[in-house]
């Protein structure tokens, strides 16, 4: 079963850190783009930063300069580190990453979604 789960969030005050992590299980051979959206409580979801498979970040502009992108191969493993946090950061955070995967002795490649981590910014 291929799957990519999120993890790390939880409640920080404003001006904290944490640090998500997407994790890609199943018979993995690579995690190429990778992307971290939020949907805050009554808004649509939203892109936050995405990374390419050549290592290109993109960010919202209400990131930049506090969040940060990244991909480890090794780990298949994609990570948002999130700095400087504020109240309107809150919501639910969800990775959604395009992978290559063994079915069989098939190379595949597919569009998944995780089930998201709630990042809650008290002021």
């Known amino acids: 079963q291929v799957q990519v789960v999120e993890s790390g969030g939880g409640l920080v005050q404003a001006g904290g850190s944490l640090r998500l992590s997407c994790a890609a299980s199943g018979r993995i051979f690579s995690i190429n783009d990778v992307g971290w959206y939020r949907q805050a409580p009554g808004k649509q979801r939203e892109l936050v930063a995405g990374?390419?498979?050549?290592?290109?970040?993109n960010y919202a502009d209400s990131v930049k300069g506090r969040f940060t992108i990244s991909r480890d191969n090794a780990r298949k493993t994609g990570f948002l580190q999130m700095n400087s946090l504020k109240p309107e950061d809150t919501g639910v955070y969800y990775c959604n990453a395009d992978l290559a995967y063994w079915s069989g002795l098939n190379l595949r490649t597919g569009n998944y979604w995780g089930q998201g981590t709630q990042v809650t910014v008290s002021s």
């Open positions: 990374v390419t498979t050549d290592g290109s970040p």
